[in-house]
């Protein structure tokens, strides 16, 4: 059974930091590309950051130089370093794994942004 299970999310305060993890199972995860995309209240989901199977990244404009993406294939884990959060940036953040026909998506962790 796949299974791709997002953790990390949470209330922080603007400016803060948290770090999202997207853990995999039942896949050949190093052959997987991975992608965060989130949704807000009352938007479309919109993609967030990839990251390829050889570590090719690449960001929405927003995030870029806020947002690290990175992979550990050992770990069948993908983690999405958020610093310097903004309130626009409150969100369900999903991940979404991709190879060839297979897409798998998890469930979602929350991210709010507020003071």
């Known amino acids: 059974q796949v299974q791709l299970v997002e953790s990390g999310g949470g209330l922080v305060q603007p400016g803060g930091s948290l770090r999202l993890s997207c853990a995999a199972s039942?896949?050949?995860?190093?052959?997987?590309?991975v992608s965060w995309y989130r949704q807000a209240p009352g938007r479309q989901r919109e993609f967030v950051t990839d990251?390829?199977?050889?570590?090719?990244?690449s960001y929405i404009g927003s995030v870029t130089g806020r947002f690290t993406v990175s992979r550990d294939n050992a770990k069948s884990t993908v983690y999405l370093q958020m610093n310097n959060l903004k309130p626009e940036d409150t969100a369900v953040y999903f991940c979404?794994?991709?190879?060839?026909?297979?897409?798998?998506w998890g469930q979602g962790t929350q991210v709010t942004v507020s003071s």
């Open positions: 979404n794994a991709r190879h060839d026909t297979l897409d798998y």
């Open positions: 990251i390829t199977r050889g570590g090719s990244t």
């Open positions: 039942g896949i050949a995860f190093s052959i997987f590309s």
